[in-house]
């Protein structure tokens, strides 16, 4: 890419805006911010009243503004700060006030956001029209997040160098494109195909690279990493990385992308952002305690969150020249998403499910696909497709479970669920809750881990992201459950362990690490205590042989005043049982559904049919990948093309 023609890019946009301003708006500045374009001004109250003159640029020019205000007019901070307290109603309860002076932006923590911002945005209206700084609210959640405050004071403190990445980032976004190449679309296989793990997939076209996620496998020490070696992978090239959500799988191989050079962006969404740096500081935290290598340092996992630019549900955003990017609810943890890639204009639509549900939980709503205007290619998970990947209804699997804790309870035992921190966690405790609440559960303390008890908070940071109806018990009720007095953040081990009946949920899920391994060893040989499994084992983990009902268990125990390890065999004679139905995938039964939904010709939906050419299926083991491939083809009567392929594979789709 010349010089020049990036410029001519950024000239052209310039001039637009320029030309369509009055003088009287006293334009200093006009840079790229990402995939957004900042306009700075010395009169910044012309612009606000002028609201539809800016929407009306946004159009013609296709990009989002941000108006700032010049250095020169920003009002004193104290001055500013004293006002910002006069206008917002006390009941906000604003908690902090910070000033990011690169960005002329005044950030405003608070308990109630929405009475910050006011009625159609008015009081925010008013902030910037008596201080010319542009205030940015931030909601400061009801359980205090540790990740929130460190990535908030992070991004605060790096906001010049941040400033710069956005800017290069911008240019690279709105390089010319050399109209005469022959248009195609491909992608190539890096990993999680034909396995659960390590997901990451190339898209390439004459134009652009990006990669579809960048996960590691807990798991697995030999196919722990993507093939980031593959013959197409240049992280030279790389314009764009976009993760679907949080969890290791997904996103967990990102720091070593910014370790090894890469300074471009990572899209995601807000809530991914936060969880993700949790899952990823732990993901080197667990690893190190377990003598294991982590090929990146949290000073990578700094660099990932500074690259970060968070998109909401629904925004349609430019990436690079030739693609366009919208995420959309996944239904499968706080912020997962569907990804949707518009590529040239009208050439081609790829759909990334990432994991989905395609039901509603407690927690969340499910995938919404309804906004998305086409689809050529959908690539799709499989956790759960073989046929005997059916999972009983909600209510059966809450019934099964409160059955399971009572009986455990009444016996004097202890109840272990071992979860992943983010999301089943979550969706448990909104289910004991409920029926602890309604009596139908006994009354017992619920131990939460640290890690997921941090998660939890992180949740409260973003109720907007919920289940409607939990989004109204908090929003119009004043009652969030995850605030319950049953649920105790666990600190000391040896006080859960005393001879009381209660619940406890630690991570990790699997039992690979992580205070549910110990938990475990120390609960397994009391046949009084049950160990329930709420979600997917993987093959060769400690908790796939506990489900499979190995009764010995060989297990390194660290011996603290010997300073040695040693291996131990624990007897499991605690009750282990397995409720399915809590999963945040799609069941076989969702899997088909949604397909069918997306591919049916006829019937109710039929404005909405999309003409979908290629079914790639991603994210399962093996059998199910292949079984849920041979059901779909033999089902569209081979209408579609369905691939299942395998890692390192290529496939291209225009
Ligand atoms: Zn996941």
Redesign the pocket.
């Known amino acids: 890419m010349s010089k020049e023609r990036s410029n001519d890019v950024y000239s052209n946009i310039k001039d637009e805006i320029l030309k369509c301003l009055p003088p009287v708006a006293q334009v200093t500045v006009i840079e790229f911010e990402g995939p957004e374009v900042a306009v700075y001004s010395r009169n910044p109250s012309i612009l606000i009243e002028g609201e539809d003159l800016l929407k009306e640029i946004a159009k013609k020019i296709k990009k989002r503004i941000v108006l700032r205000s010049d250095p020169k007019v920003r009002m004193e901070k104290e001055k500013t700060e004293q006002i910002i307290r006069e206008i917002v109603p006390p009941e906000a309860e604003i908690e902090h006030i910070y000033f990011d002076d690169v960005l002329g932006e005044v950030i405003i923590e608070a308990k109630k956001p929405g009475l910050v911002i006011g009625k159609g945005g008015s009081t925010l209206k008013e902030i910037i029209l008596k201080t010319s700084w542009r205030p940015t609210v931030m909601r400061s959640p009801p359980i205090e997040s540790k990740i929130i405050k460190q990535n908030r004071a992070l991004l605060r403190a790096r906001s010049e160098e941040r400033k710069m990445i956005l800017r290069n980032i911008g240019l690279r976004i709105h390089r010319a494109v050399i109209s005469s190449k022959d248009e195609w679309v491909r992608i190539v296989c890096l990993g999680g195909f034909r396995e659960v793990g390590r997901s990451a997939i190339l898209v390439q076209t004459p134009e652009s690279n990006i990669l579809l996620d960048c996960g590691v496998n807990v798991g697995s020490s030999t196919r722990a990493f993507p093939h980031l070696d593959a013959p197409e992978f240049d992280l030279e090239n790389l314009d764009a990385v976009i993760i679907?959500?949080?969890?290791l799988?997904?996103a967990g191989f990102v720091p070593f992308l910014f370790k090894y050079g890469y300074n471009g962006p990572i899209y995601c969404t807000r809530p991914t952002r936060e969880l993700m740096m949790l899952l990823l500081r732990d993901y080197i935290e667990v690893a190190r305690k377990e003598g294991k290598l982590v090929p990146f340092t949290l000073k990578d996992v700094a660099k990932a969150l500074i690259h970060t630019i968070p998109l909401e549900y629904g925004e349609v955003t430019d990436i690079t020249p030739d693609v366009r990017l919208t995420f959309h609810n996944a239904g499968?943890?706080l912020g997962?998403a569907i990804v949707h890639l518009h590529i040239g204009e009208g050439l081609h639509n790829i759909v990334y499910t990432?994991?989905f549900k395609y039901a509603k939980t407690k927690l969340l709503e499910p995938a919404n696909w309804r906004g998305i205007p086409r689809i050529e290619t959908l690539i799709m998970e499989s956790t759960y497709g073989a046929p005997d990947d059916v999972m009983p209804p909600r209510y059966e699997a809450e019934k099964r479970l409160v059955d399971v804790i009572n009986r455990t309870i009444r016996r004097g035992g202890k109840v272990l669920i071992p979860v992943?921190a983010v999301?089943r966690a979550q969706e448990i405790m909104l289910v004991i809750e409920e029926y602890m609440r309604k009596g139908e559960l006994l009354e017992v303390p619920v131990y939460i881990d640290g890690m997921v008890w941090e998660a939890t908070a992180i949740h409260t940071a973003f109720p907007e992201y919920l289940a409607r109806d939990l989004r109204e018990k908090i929003f119009h009720q004043g009652y969030n459950p995850f605030l319950a007095d049953c649920f105790t953040q666990a600190k000391d081990r040896d006080e859960i362990l005393e001879d009381k009946p209660c619940i406890i949920l630690a991570t990790s899920g699997m039992l690979t690490g992580g205070p549910s391994v110990e938990y475990f060893r120390l609960l397994a040989p009391d046949p009084r205590n049950s160990i329930i499994f709420v979600s997917y084992q993987v093959e060769g983990t400690l908790g796939r042989r506990v489900q499979k009902g190995w009764q010995e268990i060989p297990m390194q125990v660290i011996d603290e005043t010997l300073r040695e390890t040693r291996t131990e065999i624990i007897k499991v004679n605690m009750e282990v049982h397995t409720i399915e139905g809590f999963s945040?995938?799609s069941d076989r039964q969702q899997l088909l559904k949604f397909v069918d939904e997306l591919t049916r010709n006829s019937g109710r939906n039929k404005e909405r049919r999309y003409h979908i050419e290629k079914i790639i299926i991603c994210h399962g083991e093996s059998s199910k990948c292949l079984s849920l491939g041979a059901t779909i083809e033999k089902k569209l009567r081979g209408r579609i093309d369905v691939a299942v392929p395998h890692n390192l594979e290529s496939i291209r789709l225009h």
Do not use: K
């Open positions: 679907s959500h949080a969890h799988d997904h499968h943890i997962s990432g994991d992943l999301g945040g995938h």
